[in-house]
Every structure is written in structure tokens, then in C-alpha cells.
């Protein structure tokens, strides 16, 4: 990757505090003590590679890694709600 302008160094930016954010996401995820706090930052680790995905297809220009991010961001969500159904076992 070559930074020449400024919203490529932005992006570059970016990309390194989501990437940031995985690693010491995962490790949150070993090291988490009850299945609610390992959902939470799972969701975090998920929608932080979304982000990821989405400025590779931003820097690359294609058109379909960003439909397919935006996808698996919408799908991400429903996953997110019906992980939150059913550790609280269908209270609301």
C-alpha cells in the first residue's frame, strides 16, 4: 500500500486502530470470565473486521468487497440480536 495523500494516510490510520482493536479484542475474549462479556467483545471483533473489510474495498475501489461488508454487517446485527435473546433467555 502506497500512502501518497492524506485520506490514504487517514485510512491507514483507521485500518491500524481496528486492527488494534481485533487483537486486544481476542485476547478479551480468552481471558473473559462469562459468556455475556465474550458476546459483547465478539461482537466488537466482528464489526471491527467488517471495518477492516470495508476500507480494503474502499482503498481498492471495489464495489463488491464493500456490498459483501455491508452484508455481513446486517447479518452481524440480526446475530447480535438473537445472541442477546438467548442469554437473557427470551426476557425483554
Known amino acids: 500500500m502506497i500512502i501518497d495523500s ?3 494516510l487517514l485510512l491507514a490510520l483507521a ?7 481485533v ?3 481476542l ?3 480468552y481471558s473473559a470470565t462469562s459468556a455475556a462479556e ?5 461482537d466488537l471483533v466482528y ?3 467488517i471495518g477492516i473489510l470495508m476500507i480494503i474495498g474502499i482503498q481498492t475501489g ?4 464493500q456490498d459483501a461488508a455491508m452484508l455481513a454487517a446486517f447479518l452481524g446485527i440480526l446475530a447480535t ?8 433467555r427470551g426476557e425483554r
Open 62 to 65: 471495489s464495489a463488491i468487497v
Open 47 to 49: 464489526f471491527a473486521s
Open 27 to 29: 485476547y478479551r475474549v
Open 23 to 25: 487483537i486486544v479484542g
Open 38 to 42: 465474550r458476546a459483547v467483545v465478539g
Open 81 to 88: 440480536v438473537a445472541l442477546a435473546r438467548i442469554l437473557t
Open 6 to 8: 492524506i485520506p490514504d
Open 15 to 21: 485500518m491500524g486502530i481496528l486492527a488494534a482493536a
